[in-house]
């Protein structure tokens, strides 16, 4: 027997069906991401769907393919349906926790703004935000270019690195320093460790 699972969000119902092999999700919870139109979201999964209980749904990959295609318009439902596929169906209260922190980065990220961060042990560091993205284990990470403060190493600090988000202490977004992109146009340049990037600095 199906089993149709419910998450509520704001005012409206999201739907998803999870098992060992599959996770589907209801065509409006792809409306509610990636904000495009009923008529939009039918041409773009085409066959890929499939009607259970008068409810349309799709395979979670059909996000990947729209990821490339649309922007993200809601990342707090992202959320929720990646830590469902990632943690079989117990939703992680980690996500909503850190929203807040997740959408500072985001905003920065649009803006090209550096970030003031204490990290690990408040130890601040100056960053340049390039990307944020989910890791294997479900948790979210802020994929940065450091150009002043703290080293583990004690070396030269200029370089690309990892910060996991529940080793985030405090962010301040540093408005009236813009930054440049740090990677070279063209190139689709990621942290190796993400599963799925959930916001990355365009040109």
């Given at each position: 027997?199906t089993?149709?699972?419910?998450?509520?969000f704001?005012?409206?119902?999201?739907?998803?069906?999870?098992?060992?092999?599959?996770?589907?999700?209801?065509?409006?919870a792809?409306?509610?991401?990636?904000?495009?139109?009923?008529?939009?979201m039918?041409?773009?999964?085409?066959?890929?769907?499939?009607?259970?209980?008068?409810?349309?749904?799709c395979?979670?990959?059909?996000?990947?393919?729209?990821?490339?295609?649309?922007?993200?318009?809601?990342?707090?439902?992202?959320?929720?349906?990646?830590?469902?596929?990632?943690?079989?169906?117990?939703?992680?209260?980690?996500?909503?926790?850190?929203?807040?922190?997740?959408?500072?980065?985001?905003?920065?990220?649009?803006?090209k703004?550096?970030?003031?961060?204490?990290?690990?042990?408040n130890?601040?560091?100056?960053?340049?935000?390039?990307?944020?993205?989910?890791?294997?284990?479900?948790?979210?990470?802020?994929?940065?270019?450091?150009i002043?403060g703290?080293?583990?190493?004690?070396?030269?600090?200029?370089?690309?690195?990892?910060?996991?988000?529940?080793?985030?202490?405090?962010?301040?977004?540093?408005?009236?320093?813009?930054?440049?992109?740090?990677?070279?146009?063209?190139?689709?340049?990621?942290?190796?460790?993400?599963?799925?990037?959930?916001?990355?600095?365009?040109?």
């Amino acid at each position: 027997m199906t089993t149709i699972n419910k998450i509520k969000f704001n005012d409206e119902a999201i739907y998803y069906i999870k098992n060992s092999e599959t996770l589907l999700i209801s065509l409006n919870a792809m409306n509610v991401v990636f904000g495009i139109t009923e008529k939009d979201m039918n041409d773009q999964i085409k066959e890929n769907s499939v009607i259970i209980e008068n409810k349309k749904f799709c395979d979670y990959n059909i996000i990947l393919n729209l990821s490339e295609k649309y922007p993200i318009k809601s990342r707090q439902i992202l959320y929720k349906i990646q830590t469902i596929r990632n943690k079989e169906n117990k939703f992680c209260e980690l996500d909503i926790a850190y929203s807040n922190l997740i959408e500072s980065i985001c905003y920065a990220i649009e803006n090209k703004f550096r970030l003031k961060i204490k990290y690990e042990n408040n130890n601040e560091r100056i960053v340049e935000p390039h990307s944020i993205g989910k890791l294997k284990n479900g948790n979210i990470a802020l994929y940065a270019y450091q150009i002043a403060g703290y080293s583990k190493s004690g070396t030269n600090c200029n370089a690309f690195r990892l910060y996991h988000l529940n080793k985030i202490h405090n962010i301040e977004i540093l408005e009236n320093e813009h930054f440049e992109i740090r990677w070279t146009k063209g190139t689709y340049h990621k942290s190796k460790n993400f599963v799925y990037e959930i916001k990355r600095v365009e040109w």
